[in-house]
Protein backbone atom coordinates (compact mmCIF):
# COMPACT_ATOMS: atom_id res chain seq x y z
CA UNK A 1 0.00 0.00 0.00
CA UNK A 2 1.78 3.28 -1.32
CA UNK A 3 1.01 6.61 -0.16
CA UNK A 4 -0.12 9.20 -2.73
CA UNK A 5 0.84 13.14 -2.70
CA UNK A 6 -1.89 14.59 -1.28
CA UNK A 7 -1.91 17.63 -3.50
CA UNK A 8 -3.14 15.15 -6.36
CA UNK A 9 -6.57 14.94 -5.77
CA UNK A 10 -7.86 13.47 -9.33
CA UNK A 11 -11.25 12.59 -7.31
CA UNK A 12 -12.05 15.61 -6.73
CA UNK A 13 -11.09 17.57 -9.95
CA UNK A 14 -14.61 17.56 -11.51
CA UNK A 15 -16.18 19.05 -8.53
CA UNK A 16 -13.20 21.56 -8.32
CA UNK A 17 -14.11 22.66 -11.62
CA UNK A 18 -17.71 23.09 -11.08
CA UNK A 19 -17.79 25.56 -8.11
CA UNK A 20 -14.48 26.97 -8.66
CA UNK A 21 -15.94 30.47 -9.73
CA UNK A 22 -18.19 30.23 -6.24
CA UNK A 23 -15.40 29.18 -4.56
CA UNK A 24 -13.82 32.44 -5.44
CA UNK A 25 -16.84 33.94 -4.18
CA UNK A 26 -16.43 32.23 -0.93
CA UNK A 27 -12.93 32.28 -0.52
CA UNK A 28 -13.09 36.58 -1.03
CA UNK A 29 -15.54 36.24 2.07
CA UNK A 30 -13.64 33.86 4.11
CA UNK A 31 -10.74 36.79 3.88
CA UNK A 32 -13.12 40.38 4.42
CA UNK A 33 -14.64 38.10 7.47
CA UNK A 34 -11.06 37.59 9.55
CA UNK A 35 -10.48 40.57 9.24
CA UNK A 36 -9.86 42.37 12.69
CA UNK A 37 -8.36 45.29 14.33
CA UNK A 38 -6.72 42.97 16.66
CA UNK A 39 -4.25 41.62 14.30
CA UNK A 40 -3.55 38.23 15.66
CA UNK A 41 -7.16 37.03 14.87
CA UNK A 42 -5.98 37.43 10.81
CA UNK A 43 -2.62 36.23 11.18
CA UNK A 44 -4.18 32.93 13.20
CA UNK A 45 -7.28 32.03 11.25
CA UNK A 46 -4.91 32.72 8.06
CA UNK A 47 -2.62 30.32 9.32
CA UNK A 48 -4.69 27.53 9.25
CA UNK A 49 -6.76 28.32 6.67
CA UNK A 50 -4.11 29.29 3.92
CA UNK A 51 -2.26 25.93 5.17
CA UNK A 52 -4.24 23.84 2.36
CA UNK A 53 -6.69 21.50 2.53
CA UNK A 54 -9.71 20.07 0.19
CA UNK A 55 -12.22 22.54 1.04
CA UNK A 56 -14.69 19.65 0.27
CA UNK A 57 -17.16 21.11 2.37
CA UNK A 58 -17.59 23.94 1.46
CA UNK A 59 -17.86 22.88 -1.93
CA UNK A 60 -20.60 20.44 -0.87
CA UNK A 61 -22.70 23.97 -0.50
CA UNK A 62 -22.64 24.83 -3.45
CA UNK A 63 -22.63 21.96 -5.05
CA UNK A 64 -25.76 21.36 -3.28
CA UNK A 65 -26.89 25.21 -4.59
CA UNK A 66 -25.88 24.05 -8.36
CA UNK A 67 -27.98 20.96 -8.30
CA UNK A 68 -30.84 22.67 -6.73
CA UNK A 69 -30.80 25.23 -10.08
CA UNK A 70 -28.96 28.00 -8.82
CA UNK A 71 -26.67 28.99 -11.93
CA UNK A 72 -23.79 31.03 -11.44
CA UNK A 73 -23.98 33.16 -14.46
CA UNK A 74 -27.55 34.43 -13.66
CA UNK A 75 -28.60 33.62 -10.21
CA UNK A 76 -26.16 36.06 -8.79
CA UNK A 77 -28.43 36.82 -4.83
CA UNK A 78 -28.79 32.87 -4.70
CA UNK A 79 -24.93 32.05 -5.42
CA UNK A 80 -23.79 34.87 -2.92
CA UNK A 81 -26.07 33.66 -0.47
CA UNK A 82 -24.61 30.19 -1.20
CA UNK A 83 -20.88 31.18 -1.17
CA UNK A 84 -21.73 33.14 2.21
CA UNK A 85 -22.96 29.45 3.88
CA UNK A 86 -20.06 28.01 2.16
CA UNK A 87 -17.52 30.18 4.15
CA UNK A 88 -19.45 29.94 7.13
CA UNK A 89 -19.44 26.01 6.99
CA UNK A 90 -14.96 26.29 6.67
CA UNK A 91 -15.56 28.47 9.26
CA UNK A 92 -17.04 26.14 11.37
CA UNK A 93 -14.74 23.35 10.57
CA UNK A 94 -11.80 25.80 11.29
CA UNK A 95 -13.27 26.71 14.70
CA UNK A 96 -12.92 22.76 15.46
CA UNK A 97 -9.27 22.24 14.05
CA UNK A 98 -8.20 24.79 16.22
CA UNK A 99 -10.29 23.26 19.00
CA UNK A 100 -9.14 19.82 18.34
CA UNK A 101 -5.24 20.64 18.20
CA UNK A 102 -5.73 22.23 21.91
CA UNK A 103 -7.37 19.24 22.94
CA UNK A 104 -4.92 17.02 21.24
CA UNK A 105 -1.67 19.32 21.97
CA UNK A 106 -1.12 18.42 18.28
CA UNK A 107 2.35 20.24 16.83
CA UNK A 108 1.30 19.15 12.80
CA UNK A 109 -1.59 19.91 11.11
CA UNK A 110 -0.99 19.53 7.04
CA UNK A 111 2.35 19.10 7.35
CA UNK A 112 2.84 23.14 9.51
CA UNK A 113 2.89 24.04 12.77
CA UNK A 114 -0.77 24.24 14.71
CA UNK A 115 -1.57 27.39 15.34
CA UNK A 116 -1.70 26.59 19.11
CA UNK A 117 1.64 25.07 18.44
CA UNK A 118 2.80 28.50 17.38
CA UNK A 119 0.34 31.21 19.30
CA UNK A 120 -0.54 29.10 22.42
CA UNK A 121 -3.53 27.16 23.52
CA UNK A 122 -5.74 30.63 25.08
CA UNK A 123 -5.57 32.38 21.23
CA UNK A 124 -6.13 29.05 19.34
CA UNK A 125 -9.41 28.83 21.97
CA UNK A 126 -10.38 32.44 21.81
CA UNK A 127 -10.02 32.78 17.45
CA UNK A 128 -12.10 29.34 17.25
CA UNK A 129 -14.73 31.43 19.03
CA UNK A 130 -14.51 34.07 16.76
CA UNK A 131 -14.67 32.12 13.85
CA UNK A 132 -17.98 30.57 15.36
CA UNK A 133 -19.30 33.72 15.74
CA UNK A 134 -19.07 35.19 12.59
CA UNK A 135 -20.21 31.84 10.81
CA UNK A 136 -23.29 32.48 12.52
CA UNK A 137 -23.13 36.52 11.38
CA UNK A 138 -23.20 34.82 7.76
CA UNK A 139 -26.21 32.35 8.12
CA UNK A 140 -28.08 34.84 9.65
CA UNK A 141 -27.26 37.26 6.40
CA UNK A 142 -28.87 34.76 4.55
CA UNK A 143 -32.22 35.16 5.72
CA UNK A 144 -33.14 31.35 5.95
CA UNK A 145 -34.12 30.60 9.67
CA UNK A 146 -34.18 26.89 8.39
CA UNK A 147 -30.33 27.00 7.08
CA UNK A 148 -29.39 29.03 10.21
CA UNK A 149 -31.28 26.39 12.37
CA UNK A 150 -29.80 22.91 10.28
CA UNK A 151 -26.02 24.56 10.65
CA UNK A 152 -26.83 25.37 14.37
CA UNK A 153 -27.46 21.86 14.75
CA UNK A 154 -24.23 20.54 12.94
CA UNK A 155 -22.63 22.72 15.32
CA UNK A 156 -24.09 21.24 18.55
CA UNK A 157 -23.51 17.40 17.26
CA UNK A 158 -19.71 18.09 16.69
CA UNK A 159 -19.40 19.01 19.91
CA UNK A 160 -21.58 15.93 21.13
CA UNK A 161 -19.04 13.61 18.66
CA UNK A 162 -16.09 15.34 20.11
CA UNK A 163 -16.81 14.82 23.75
CA UNK A 164 -18.19 11.07 22.61
CA UNK A 165 -14.55 10.83 21.26
CA UNK A 166 -12.79 11.99 24.41
CA UNK A 167 -14.89 9.26 26.82
CA UNK A 168 -13.69 6.85 24.56
CA UNK A 169 -10.23 7.45 24.34
CA UNK A 170 -7.82 4.62 25.98
CA UNK A 171 -10.99 2.15 25.30
CA UNK A 172 -9.84 -0.56 23.08
CA UNK A 173 -12.95 -2.79 23.70
CA UNK A 174 -15.09 -0.09 22.39
CA UNK A 175 -17.69 -1.29 19.62
CA UNK A 176 -17.64 -0.68 15.95
CA UNK A 177 -21.02 1.37 16.75
CA UNK A 178 -19.83 3.31 19.16
CA UNK A 179 -17.25 4.23 16.93
CA UNK A 180 -19.78 5.15 13.96
CA UNK A 181 -21.87 6.77 16.01
CA UNK A 182 -18.83 9.37 17.32
CA UNK A 183 -17.64 9.61 13.78
CA UNK A 184 -21.13 10.48 12.46
CA UNK A 185 -21.42 13.02 14.78
CA UNK A 186 -17.65 14.41 14.38
CA UNK A 187 -17.49 14.59 11.16
CA UNK A 188 -20.07 13.35 8.88
CA UNK A 189 -22.73 16.09 10.37
CA UNK A 190 -21.03 18.74 9.13
CA UNK A 191 -20.64 17.06 5.86
CA UNK A 192 -24.36 16.43 5.44
CA UNK A 193 -25.14 20.14 6.73
CA UNK A 194 -22.80 21.68 4.25
CA UNK A 195 -24.68 20.24 1.55
CA UNK A 196 -28.15 19.65 2.64
CA UNK A 197 -27.83 23.88 3.41
CA UNK A 198 -26.53 24.92 -0.07
CA UNK A 199 -29.98 22.68 -1.18
CA UNK A 200 -32.13 24.64 0.91
CA UNK A 201 -30.31 28.20 0.42
CA UNK A 202 -31.08 28.15 -3.24
CA UNK A 203 -34.51 26.61 -2.73
CA UNK A 204 -34.64 23.32 -3.69
CA UNK A 205 -37.39 20.29 -2.89
CA UNK A 206 -37.19 18.36 0.49
CA UNK A 207 -36.48 15.66 -1.88
CA UNK A 208 -33.57 17.15 -2.99
CA UNK A 209 -32.51 17.91 0.81
CA UNK A 210 -33.33 14.79 1.90
CA UNK A 211 -30.83 13.08 -0.35
CA UNK A 212 -27.96 15.63 -0.03
CA UNK A 213 -28.24 15.23 3.45
CA UNK A 214 -28.38 11.46 3.41
CA UNK A 215 -25.45 11.60 0.73
CA UNK A 216 -23.59 13.92 3.02
CA UNK A 217 -23.55 11.79 6.05
CA UNK A 218 -22.17 8.63 4.27
CA UNK A 219 -19.59 10.70 2.40
CA UNK A 220 -18.51 11.99 5.99
CA UNK A 221 -18.12 8.25 7.43
CA UNK A 222 -16.22 7.21 4.47
CA UNK A 223 -14.20 10.29 4.81
CA UNK A 224 -13.56 10.33 8.44
CA UNK A 225 -13.08 6.13 8.38
CA UNK A 226 -10.15 6.13 5.81
CA UNK A 227 -8.54 9.27 7.75
CA UNK A 228 -8.13 7.09 10.52
CA UNK A 229 -6.74 4.39 8.65
CA UNK A 230 -4.52 6.29 7.16
CA UNK A 231 -3.04 7.21 10.48
CA UNK A 232 -1.34 3.88 10.16
CA UNK A 233 -0.37 3.41 6.92
CA UNK A 234 0.62 6.47 5.24
CA UNK A 235 2.98 8.20 5.71
CA UNK A 236 3.82 12.04 7.18
CA UNK A 237 4.40 13.83 4.18
CA UNK A 238 1.21 12.23 2.91
CA UNK A 239 -1.51 12.83 6.34
CA UNK A 240 0.17 16.54 6.85
CA UNK A 241 0.84 15.13 10.57
CA UNK A 242 3.13 12.73 12.74
CA UNK A 243 2.10 8.76 12.04
CA UNK A 244 0.48 7.10 15.44
CA UNK A 245 -0.86 10.16 16.33
CA UNK A 246 -4.10 9.04 16.87
CA UNK A 247 -2.31 5.85 18.86
CA UNK A 248 0.09 8.27 20.74
CA UNK A 249 -3.10 10.07 21.71
CA UNK A 250 -5.31 7.11 22.63
CA UNK A 251 -8.26 7.59 20.05
CA UNK A 252 -9.75 4.95 19.35
CA UNK A 253 -10.28 4.52 15.89
CA UNK A 254 -11.75 1.29 13.59
CA UNK A 255 -8.16 -0.44 12.55
CA UNK A 256 -7.65 -0.52 16.31
CA UNK A 257 -10.96 -1.59 17.66
CA UNK A 258 -10.65 -4.59 14.56
CA UNK A 259 -7.38 -5.18 15.89
CA UNK A 260 -8.38 -5.58 19.42
CA UNK A 261 -11.35 -8.28 18.67
CA UNK A 262 -8.94 -10.05 17.08
CA UNK A 263 -6.69 -10.11 19.48
CA UNK A 264 -4.96 -12.74 22.37
CA UNK A 265 -4.88 -11.88 25.63
CA UNK A 266 -1.47 -10.52 25.54
CA UNK A 267 -2.34 -8.12 22.35
CA UNK A 268 -5.13 -7.22 24.11
CA UNK A 269 -3.01 -5.94 27.31
CA UNK A 270 -0.94 -4.19 24.89
CA UNK A 271 -3.50 -2.17 23.57
CA UNK A 272 -5.05 -1.41 26.78
CA UNK A 273 -1.37 -0.16 28.37
CA UNK A 274 -0.20 1.81 25.56
CA UNK A 275 -3.93 3.54 24.48
CA UNK A 276 -3.76 4.53 27.98
CA UNK A 277 -1.22 6.52 27.78
CA UNK A 278 1.59 4.07 29.17
CA UNK A 279 3.84 4.30 25.52
CA UNK A 280 7.26 3.34 25.35
CA UNK A 281 10.37 3.06 23.05
CA UNK A 282 9.02 0.97 19.73
CA UNK A 283 5.24 0.30 20.77
CA UNK A 284 4.61 2.58 18.08
CA UNK A 285 6.22 -0.01 16.12
CA UNK A 286 4.40 -3.26 17.79
CA UNK A 287 1.44 -1.25 17.23
CA UNK A 288 1.55 -1.29 13.32
CA UNK A 289 2.79 -4.66 13.22
CA UNK A 290 -0.30 -5.92 15.11
CA UNK A 291 -2.47 -3.45 12.86
CA UNK A 292 -0.99 -5.49 9.81
CA UNK A 293 -1.08 -9.09 11.34
CA UNK A 294 -4.92 -8.37 11.52
CA UNK A 295 -5.13 -7.08 7.94
CA UNK A 296 -7.15 -4.16 9.98
CA UNK A 297 -6.04 -1.45 7.36
CA UNK A 298 -7.49 -3.39 4.35
CA UNK A 299 -10.48 -3.96 6.30
CA UNK A 300 -11.14 -0.54 7.50
CA UNK A 301 -10.81 1.08 4.01
CA UNK A 302 -13.01 -1.96 2.38
CA UNK A 303 -15.60 -0.45 5.08
CA UNK A 304 -15.11 3.23 4.30
CA UNK A 305 -15.54 2.23 0.77
CA UNK A 306 -18.99 0.81 1.24
CA UNK A 307 -20.06 4.32 2.82
CA UNK A 308 -18.33 6.27 -0.47
CA UNK A 309 -20.27 3.84 -2.59
CA UNK A 310 -23.84 4.27 -0.59
CA UNK A 311 -22.83 8.21 -0.86
CA UNK A 312 -22.50 7.86 -4.63
CA UNK A 313 -25.72 5.37 -5.11
CA UNK A 314 -27.42 8.02 -3.56
CA UNK A 315 -26.60 10.68 -6.09
CA UNK A 316 -27.18 7.89 -9.02
CA UNK A 317 -30.72 7.29 -7.66
CA UNK A 318 -31.90 10.93 -7.61
CA UNK A 319 -33.83 12.75 -10.14
CA UNK A 320 -31.59 15.60 -11.55
CA UNK A 321 -32.24 17.87 -13.45
CA UNK A 322 -29.91 17.77 -17.41
CA UNK A 323 -28.23 20.63 -16.62
CA UNK A 324 -26.88 19.59 -13.32
CA UNK A 325 -25.69 16.09 -14.23
CA UNK A 326 -21.69 17.25 -14.34
CA UNK A 327 -21.91 18.43 -11.19
CA UNK A 328 -23.97 14.74 -9.90
CA UNK A 329 -21.03 13.25 -11.59
CA UNK A 330 -18.38 15.52 -9.60
CA UNK A 331 -20.22 14.20 -6.28
CA UNK A 332 -20.54 10.81 -7.51
CA UNK A 333 -16.30 10.66 -7.65
CA UNK A 334 -15.94 12.93 -4.89
CA UNK A 335 -17.18 10.31 -2.68
CA UNK A 336 -15.40 7.80 -4.07
CA UNK A 337 -12.09 9.94 -3.14
CA UNK A 338 -12.89 9.96 0.19
CA UNK A 339 -12.44 6.74 0.80
CA UNK A 340 -9.20 6.16 -1.57
CA UNK A 341 -7.18 9.38 -0.96
CA UNK A 342 -3.83 8.63 0.06
CA UNK A 343 -3.90 5.04 -0.61
Same mark, same amino acid.
Given at each position: ??????????????????????????????????????????????????????????????????? +?????????? /? @??? !???? &? #?? =? %????????????????????????????????????????????????????????????????? +?????????? /? @??? !???? &? #?? =? %???????????????????????????????????????????????????????????????????????????????????????????????????????????????????????????????????????????????????????????????????????
Amino acid at each position: MSAANPSEHRGLDALIAATQGAMGDCNAIILARTQSEIDLIPALAGHLIAGGGKRMRPMLTLAGALL +AGADINSDAG /Q @MQN !AAKL &A #AA =V %EFIHTATLLHDDVIDASELRRGNKTASAIWGNEASVLVGDFLFARAFELMVETGKIAVLGRLAKA +AARITEGEIS /Q @MLL !AGNP &A #AS =V %EDYTRIITAKTAELFAAAATSGVMVAGGDDALAEAMEDYGMALGVAFQIADDALDYAATSDAIGKEIGDDFREGKITLPVILAWQDGDAIEREFWQKCLGGDIGGGDLDKALDLIKKHNTITRALDEARKHAEKAAAIIEKTEIAPEAQKISTALIEAARFAAMRGV
